[in-house]
């Protein structure tokens, strides 16, 4: 069974460090799709990224980049010189494609606080 | 701004009663998805419709249930209600063929409590 695991429940960084959010996910499936989403203090959620299995290439985003190594089960998520409003907790989330029509499974989150 | 709205934003109730949550999806988006965000059980999908009819079934209970209609829109109804049924609801959309990995566009969630 597809199984997404954020290990860091809750990170604290000092405003312009950099820091990296883990993902690493459980399939069977050689097909599958991964995404990050962000919920800020506000509680909406928002869509960050979707990347297919197929596609290894790093993404980069303004300060946001992903790290997608199938290698090890990884898709990690890097905030360049973080900001006061990257505050938020980030979802990374797996969808299987072989087995049919199965639903998003999201990890636990990690809880990001940047100081000033 | 994600398009999907969703109605109301809070709803406190007491336990045993009934309540109705409202979902529009994006502009186009054929396909509704219901979650339900607690602390202890983190983000749980329930339930899918897809045009009108249901898609996929997930961690739903059998007091809730949900249908979407003709103009697309969604309800989720929650019945003989419990105080471990307080959590965020989202309702997501998506476009494409209603597929989970699609990418789905949540909505700003309905803050349930049951006292």
């Known amino acids: 069974a597809q199984k997404v695991t954020q290990a860091q429940t809750e990170i604290s960084v000092v405003e312009k460090e950099d820091v990296t959010l883990d993902c690493v996910y459980e399939t069977r499936d050689t097909t599958y799709y991964l995404f990050w989403y962000k919920q800020p203090p506000s509680g909406e959620l928002v869509f960050l990224i979707r990347?297919?299995?197929?596609?290894?290439q790093n993404e980069i985003s303004g300060r946001y980049s992903w790290n997608f190594q199938k290698s090890t089960s990884s898709f990690n998520f890097t905030i360049t010189a973080s900001q006061v409003v990257d505050s938020a907790v980030y979802f990374c989330a797996l969808s299987e494609v072989g087995s049919g029509n199965t639903p998003l499974v999201f990890g636990k989150g990690t809880r990001l606080s940047v100081i000033a | 701004d994600s398009g999907v709205t969703q109605t109301p934003k809070h709803l406190i109730t007491a336990t045993g009663q009934r309540v109705t949550l409202r979902c529009s999806p994006r502009s186009g988006d054929l396909s509704v998805y219901w979650y339900q965000q607690s602390l202890d059980q983190g983000l749980q999908f329930l339930i899918q419709y897809y045009n009108g009819e249901e898609r996929a079934k997930g961690n739903i209970l059998e007091r809730f249930s949900a249908q979407q209609f003709p103009d697309l829109h969604s309800e989720l109804n929650l019945s003989s209600l419990e105080l471990g049924d307080s959590a965020l609801y989202f309702c997501a959309s998506s476009d494409r063929q209603g597929l989970s990995t699609d990418t789905q566009y949540f909505g700003p969630g309905t803050r349930l409590t049951v006292l």
């Open positions: 990347r297919n299995s197929f596609d290894e």
